[in-house]
């Protein structure tokens, strides 16, 4: 399963596509000057990082890749990030399908990756299925995560990375670099609508 950096760096790269989507966006808009962290679209971006890699909380509880690697999963963060969304004046639907998508990133990338830890795959359809999928196509190297001081399982670790940033952090920069082009014409955010009066 790939590592929490390649998470990120997905759920980043969604967060940024999702808003090439045509709609009320300027509030994800900043002026050139701005900090960096800003112009990457504040907090929303990174809470949709986090998203990305929070599935993998469950290692904690030892069900790992089991409810929460899920579309049940989804659809609870879809709901929350609409109800909060609506709380903070927020375009409700884009906020969350933008929250929804970053954590659906996750189950995404882990069933197009190596899995060697039996059951193999996720439970991808929980609560409608019990079942474990995973796609075969091994696109993602299996982290280790035993025995993560060991020499094996680092030299293991740092070549699953360097695949993911092959292969997402291409994705993660022209998601950027698109929508930084994209964003450029729309004025910064206006208080209470995307428009001002007519």
């Not at 998470?7 to 989507?21: E, F, K, P, R, S």
């Amino acid at each position: 399963m790939p590592s929490p950096v390649g998470h990120l760096l997905a759920g980043a790269a969604v967060a940024w596509t999702a808003d090439l989507v045509p709609g009320r966006r300027a509030f994800r808009t900043a002026p050139p000057t701005a900090s960096w962290y800003r112009r990457a679209g504040d907090g929303l971006t990174l809470i949709c990082a986090f998203l990305a890699a929070a599935p993998d909380l469950d290692l904690i509880v030892q069900r790992h890749r089991t409810i929460t690697h899920s579309v049940g999963a989804v659809i609870f963060v879809a709901l929350a990030a609409a109800a909060i969304a609506a709380r903070q004046s927020r375009p409700i639907a884009r906020v969350a399908l933008m929250c929804a998508g970053a954590y659906l990133s996750h189950l995404l990338l882990d069933w197009m990756a190596t899995d060697s830890y039996y059951p193999y795959g996720i439970q991808a359809l929980w609560p409608f299925s019990h079942s474990w999928y995973i796609s075969g196509w091994d696109i993602f190297r299996q982290t280790a995560r035993l025995h993560p001081l060991a020499v094996e399982e680092i030299v293991q670790n740092f070549r699953a990375l360097w695949v993911e940033l092959a292969i997402l952090g291409p994705i993660a920069l022209i998601a950027w670099l698109v929508r930084v082009k994209a964003l450029a014409g729309l004025p910064a955010e206006m208080p209470g609508r995307d428009h001002p009066p007519q």
